[in-house]
């Protein structure tokens, strides 16, 4: 799937919020997508940075969206496992997630998810993200 695809793709499948607004597809390569979230400060949590569900939110969407950008639009993949580790404060200003594919096959497909900010080699927390693929 193309950029534009994958963010008419992510409009339909969620009407109303605000990935529907700005799916924050910034790149698309072979078995890669980058993506951009602006936090609002309902994100956040007490100290002034960026929660940790709305990463976790971050990590899983960057997820799906490099499987669907290589298997095409499978509304009903489904996340089957996220595990996050959270190893540095994110601030209150735009989170990059770069999703590297590890894995796809048939029924599952696994994503490499690192979120940054500065610069890609500072990672502020990474997560590995398994996807059910129906058959």
């Known amino acids: 799937m193309t950029i534009a695809e994958l963010a008419e793709f992510f409009a339909a499948a969620f009407p109303g919020t605000k ?3 700005d799916a924050g597809i910034r790149a698309i390569e072979p078995g ?20 940790g ?29 996220l595990n996050m580790s959270f190893l540095r404060a994110v601030e209150y200003r735009t989170v990059m997630a770069d ?5 796809l096959g048939k029924r599952l497909a696994t994503v490499d998810v690192r979120l940054w900010q500065e610069y890609p080699s500072r990672v502020l927390a990474q997560a ?3 996807y059910a693929i129906p058959g």
């Open 128 to 130: 590995t993200v398994t």
């Open 19 to 21: 990935q529907a607004a």
């Open 32 to 51: 890669k997508v980058r993506m951009a979230h602006e936090p609002d400060k309902a994100s956040l949590r007490p100290g002034g940075i960026v929660s």
């Open 53 to 81: 569900p709305t990463q976790m939110g971050l990590a899983d969407r960057a997820a799906y969206a490099v499987i669907l950008a290589h298997i095409g639009p499978v509304a009903m993949a489904v996340t089957s496992n």
């Open 99 to 103: 999703a590297e594919l590890i894995k």
